[in-house]
């Protein structure tokens, strides 16, 4: 059983800051790509941006320069750093990661539980 463990949503001002962090855990036998989405009621699921387990990354356009992603293979952990934040960034932002359990197992995409993010004065 493999969970994702979401924290660090939060209330914000406009032009705030705030981090976030997933830790995936349980029977984990390699982790792909690890990555962040957001969804906001009555909208579909949208990419915030996505990390390889090299380093390579990808942004959303409207997150382009203000979020960093990153991640610690030791920890199974992927963060997401969000500065100079807008009303248009408030939802609920998931951990999603890529993971095989077994040596000869697929890759199984799995999702975290998500946590709310709120920008407002």
């Known amino acids: 059983q493999v969970q994702l463990v979401e924290s660090g949503g939060d209330l914000v001002q406009p032009g705030g800051s705030l981090r976030l962090s997933c830790a995936a855990s349980g029977i984990i036998f390699a982790i792909d790509v690890m990555g962040w989405y957001r969804q906001t009621p009555g909208n579909l699921r949208d990419l915030v941006a996505t990390?390889?387990?090299?380093?390579?990354?990808n942004y959303a356009d409207s997150v382009k320069g203000r979020f960093t992603v990153s991640r610690d293979n030791a920890k199974n952990t992927v963060y997401l750093q969000m500065n100079s934040l807008k009303p248009d960034d408030t939802a609920i932002y998931y951990c999603?990661?890529?993971?095989?359990?077994?040596?000869?197992?697929?890759?199984?995409?799995?999702w975290g539980q998500g946590t709310q993010v709120t920008v407002s004065s």
């Open positions: 999603n990661a890529n993971i095989k359990t077994t040596l000869i197992g697929g890759w199984r995409e799995h």
């Open positions: 990390i390889t387990r090299g380093g390579s990354t």
